[in-house]
T-cell receptor, first 111, second 118 residues
Framework: KQEVTQIPAALSVPEGENLVLNCSFTDSAIYNLQWFRQDPGKGLTSLLLIQSSQREQTSGRLNASLDKSSGRSTLYIAASQPGDSATYLCAADNAGNMLTFGGGTRLMVKP | NAGVMQNPRHLVRRRGQEARLRCSPMKGHSHVYWYRQLPEEGLKFMVYLQKENIIDESGMPKERFSAEFPKEGPSILRIQQVVRGDSAAYFC????????????????FGPGTRLTVL
């Protein structure tokens, strides 16, 4: 059974800092690994999807890496802004039917 | 192209009543997934449906919960005789492909329905 863990659970940084969010998973037989953003009281917005055959994906100030052998993924946010404040979720896709989510990292970027 | 639509956005029910949550997938998507987010917990998979078929319901509680995705109309998640522990945010997602093999498509999530049981 896949288990996904995210560290840290919460993070507060001043504006402009580069930061790394961590995600680990127990079953490396994944189809892909996705990162989402969730704003309070809102739905999920897909940020990046890394296929199992890929090592990283980039979109703007975001870069996500995947190391299947060690069961880890990281989300790197460059030059953080207050608008980046949200909960970031990673999710592993094993069976092709469901996503297994981590508990999320609550990010606060202070002006 | 409208995104995944869910209604109602907020639903209040008293214990013992029925809750019906609706999800309209993105245009061209024939695969629907339901997830539940309990307070202070992560999202948990409930059920995966294609048109007129339940593909995987391994995350559904054994009693009181049911889901359908008819040939016409939205997918419905039905909770009978609700209890306070059912209070949560229920999210629907859709994708254009699904199931076995190397499916690699992103799931697109709706805004969720927040159910409160009094």
């Amino acid at each position: 059974k896949q288990e996904v863990t995210q560290i840290p659970a919460a993070l507060s940084v001043p504006e402009g800092e580069n930061l790394v969010l961590n995600c680990s998973f127990t079953d490396s037989a994944i189809y892909n690994l996705q990162w989402f953003r969730q704003d309070p009281g809102k739905g999920l917005t897909s940020l990046l999807l890394i296929q199992s055959s890929q090592r990283e994906q980039t979109s703007g100030r975001l870069n996500a890496s995947l190391d299947k052998s060690s069961g880890r993924s990281t989300l790197y946010i460059a030059a953080s802004q207050p608008g980046d404040s949200a909960t970031y979720l990673c999710a592993a896709d094993n069976a092709g039917n469901m996503l297994t989510f981590g508990g999320g990292t609550r990010l606060m970027v202070k002006p | 192209n409208a995104g995944v639509m869910q209604n109602p956005r907020h639903l209040v029910r008293r214990r013992g009543q029925e809750a019906r949550l609706r999800c309209s997938p993105m245009k061209g998507h024939s695969h629907v997934y339901w997830y539940r987010q309990l307070p202070e917990e992560g999202l948990k998979f409930m059920v995966y449906l294609q048109k007129e078929n339940i593909i995987d319901e391994s995350g559904m509680p054994k009693e009181r919960f049911s889901a359908e995705f008819p040939k016409e109309g939205p997918s419905i998640l039905r909770i009978q005789q609700v209890v306070r522990g059912d209070s949560a945010a229920y999210f629907c997602a859709s994708s254009p492909l699904g199931g076995t093999g190397a499916r690699t498509d992103t799931q697109y999530f709706g805004p969720g329905t927040r159910l409160t049981v009094l």
